[in-house]
């Protein structure tokens, strides 16, 4: 509650200073980057804090005045797509956030019969790279490209030419 000594000129341009302070605190983040709205967000965020700061008068919301607002929620513009997974974590501090990771390539075929190949890895590229060549197909002929019926109807037609 105001009492009337809060009320006083004095108090009044006190108040309207340390609001103007608050405001005119830096962004983490470049304004350019947000919209008409989001600036709205922001500045409408800071006041609701310096107010709370000024009337309670707590030191809670006392560290929210030197802390930069940070939005969340926009993210770039290729993570907005659904190339990437949503994957939601767990941080130490307690909050939930929103990792992007690439998804899962699908599994390799047999180019005769289109069967799914086993011993073929399933890994991005860059994962692929840093594997053992054990690791990547099987060393047997057309390993990694035939499944092994096909590989042996290969083999055989070849052995009768």
Do not use: D
Not at 60 to 67: D, I, P, T
């Amino acid at each position: 509650m105001l009492t009337n000594s809060a009320l006083r000129p004095a108090s009044l341009i006190a108040f309207i200073e340390k609001i103007q302070f608050f405001l005119s605190c830096q962004i983490a983040e470049p304004i350019w980057r947000y919209s008409r709205f989001m600036l709205f967000r922001i500045y409408a965020q800071r006041l609701r804090k310096a107010l709370l700061a000024i009337l309670l008068n707590t030191a809670r919301y006392k560290s929210f005045l030197n802390e930069p607002v940070i939005l969340r929620g926009m993210v770039e513009g290729k993570k907005k797509s659904r190339t990437f997974r949503r994957v939601k974590v767990k941080t130490p501090g307690g909050k939930t956030v929103t990792h992007y990771k690439r998804r899962q390539p699908s599994k390799a075929k047999c180019a005769g019969c289109g069967a799914v190949l086993a011993g073929v890895a399933r890994a991005l590229p860059r994962k692929i790279q840093n594997m053992p060549k054990t690791k990547k197909r099987p060393t047997r002929a057309y390993g990694g490209v035939l499944c092994t019926k096909c590989t042996r109807k290969k083999i055989i037609q070849k052995a009768r030419k």
